[in-house]
């Protein structure tokens, strides 16, 4: 935070609200409600004019959806925050706004499956061409764009393979060309990387992940600059319709309030299983952000507070070995989610990024043996006691 503002941990609990101004109620009061009332028939016309603030209809504004728009805006270091149903509801949301038809995007090498699902349906509805780039290099991502590249979307670190990307480089090279610069930060949260203090134009989160943090919840957030924010909710949030619903705002102000210490505990957690799965012999490589020995871990420092509480790792063997450790797993939920208080884990390559083809999925280095694992709050010594049964049995029936 800068000089004079509430730091982060204070910020989370208390931004953006007033008990006074709502009764004195402590917790943020549930606005369930789809439209407002107006005093007359007038206040209603000049509402709608915009020539008086107030609130019309659910789908538009709500006070309850406000006060998370308002304070995730400060805690990602941005002017206006925007909430949606779902993650992709954010993400379709921002590409649809700031693409027309016939128009390219430029893409880190892997993105989540959905996302890949939604350029290929862009590419074929409306000829909005993409490209994926490594984007290690200045050179990499010049040689990827085009005289109609109208945005640059990019996931660090990229799900699920762990690689991150320079922003500061690629913001870098987007500003030469005026082409804003779109981030997925879900896998970080505003607690561990703010991409646009670092010059990138538009934030966008998978809030159900470590935002809500409770696994109850769906949504997505975008945050930006105010003019940028109002031409994406005037026109494919209202017109679309992916809003967040008022209660599922309120759980997602709960969750904020403990994000600080889950996210401390997630990454305290993950540098434990880290070091156990870096030293197991039945895992072929790890993937993490905190490796020391990754040629990542420099960018990681720079951009990055802390390393995450997320792992992926190759096991020796093929899809049926990664299949047969994950049912063996008992503590260990199979699941395809993240940033949850329980640890999860998921086959990428036959579930979250089954949609894309299998000769894409190498490209984005995602091998049949690789295991995506999101290191939950539980005891380290249950997590690896979970993980080294698994192990075990593995072994013991590859030795049968």
Known sequence: MTKGKRKFETAVIHHGYSSENHSDSLAPPLYQTS?????????GARRFAGEEEGYIYSR?????????????????????????????????AVLLTLTKASDHIVCSQGVYGCTFGLLQMMEEKYNITHDFSNMSTREEIESVIQPNTACIYVETPINPTMKLIDLSLIVEVAKERGI????????????????????????????????GGHGD????????KTDRMIDIQSTTQKDIGGVISPFDAWLLLRGLKTLPIRMDRHCE???????????????EQVYYPGDPDS????????????????????????????QQFMNSLKLIKIAVSLGDAESLIQHPATMTHAVVPSEEREKMGISDRLLRLSVG????DDIINDLDRAFSTVLTMQEC
């Open 35 to 43: 439209t407002f009332t107006f005093d007359s028939a007038e206040q």
């Open 60 to 92: 538009l504004s709500n006070p309850t959806v406000n006060m998370l728009e308002e304070r995730l805006a400060l805690l990602e270091r941005g002017e206006k925050a925007l909430a949606f149903s779902s993650g992709m509801a954010a993400v379709s």
């Open 180 to 211: 804003p610069v779109i981030v997925d930060n879900t896998f970080c949260s505003p607690y561990l990387q703010n991409p646009l203090e670092i010059g990138c134009d538009i934030v966008v989160h998978s809030a159900t992940k470590y935002i």
């Open 217 to 224: 919840v769906i949504a997505g957030i975008l945050v930006g």
């Open 269 to 283: 957690n993950a540098e434990v299983i880290f070091a156990y799965l870096k030293s197991h012999p039945l895992v």
């Open 295 to 322: 040629e990542d871990y420099s960018i990681m420092k720079a951009q990055m507070r802390k390393a995450g509480g997320l792992i992926s790792f190759e096991i020796k063997g093929g899809k049926e070995t990664a």
């Open 377 to 380: 709050l539980e005891a380290t």
